[in-house]
């Protein structure tokens, strides 16, 4: 069974800058979550989508974070303009029963 | 509002030991708890769970152990092993709300 796959694993960009992270979760899993990991501390929710709707957003700073899930599989998340205190890995999830699967990352640095 | 805790953030062990991962929770109604490990550059993988109505679940080497009156729970590791050298993250889940809380991580050394 495929993983959680992500794309792109690194992306260096400059402050006000607009950059955009994609997510394929697990075939059939209906929960996706949006995680961003500052060093250090353990992985913040963002956004958890069920299917194609949004279930919790109450964390995603909505003046510049967006992200999608228009089919109710992939989804991506966008940020514009970058500030320079969102450097951090961006983890992608789905879940089945009680268990998430992560994805590799997207380690994002703002200069 | 930090919910779940992670007091150490590093823990070395020689191999062979026990490793305790220790992990405290605020609030009484989650009712699901996971242990995930991370190494460099990769996301968390799932290591192993127990729900609210248990006290202990094992599996292998890894025993995970729940004090619900102390809100606390605990990873053992036996014997532990070089390749458990890890970040390991201890998360909380409330069944109706599908949201994970998720602890600051401790990173584990298992020292040959």
């Known amino acids: 069974e495929a993983g959680v796959a992500q794309s792109p694993r690194y992306k260096i960009i400059e402050k006000r800058q607009s950059v955009a992270f994609w997510c394929n979760p697990i075939?059939?899993?209906?929960?996706l979550y949006w995680y961003q990991q500052i060093l250090g501390q353990g992985p913040k929710l963002l956004i958890q989508?069920?299917?194609?709707?949004?279930?919790?957003d109450s964390q995603l700073p909505k003046d510049r974070f967006s992200a999608e899930r228009l089919k109710g599989v992939d989804s991506t998340l966008k940020i514009q303009p970058a500030k320079l205190e969102d450097s951090a890995v961006y983890l992608c999830?789905?879940?089945?029963?009680?268990?998430?699967?992560f994805g590799p990352g997207t380690r994002l640095t703002v200069l | 509002d930090q919910q779940v805790k992670q007091n150490s953030p590093s823990l070395s062990v020689q191999e062979g030991r026990i490793s305790i991962l220790n992990c405290d929770y605020t609030?009484?109604?989650?009712?699901?708890f996971l242990w995930y490990k991370k190494y460099p550059a990769e996301g968390p993988t799932f290591l192993i769970s127990?729900?609210?109505?248990?006290d202990k679940n094992e599996d292998g080497r890894f025993t995970v152990f729940l004090n619900k009156s102390a809100k606390h729970l605990s990873l053992h590791i036996v014997p532990s092993q070089p390749g458990d050298s890890a970040v390991y993250f201890c998360?909380?889940?409330?069944?109706?709300?599908?949201?994970?809380?998720f602890g600051t991580g401790t990173s584990l050394t298992v020292i040959p």
């Open positions: 999830a789905s879940r089945q029963y009680n268990e998430q699967f």
């Open positions: 075939s059939g899993h209906a929960t």
């Open positions: 989508f069920q299917n194609n709707g949004v279930v919790d």
């Open positions: 609030n009484s109604m989650f009712d699901y």
């Open positions: 127990i729900s609210s109505i248990k």
């Open positions: 998360a909380a889940t409330l069944n109706t709300g599908n949201q994970f809380y």
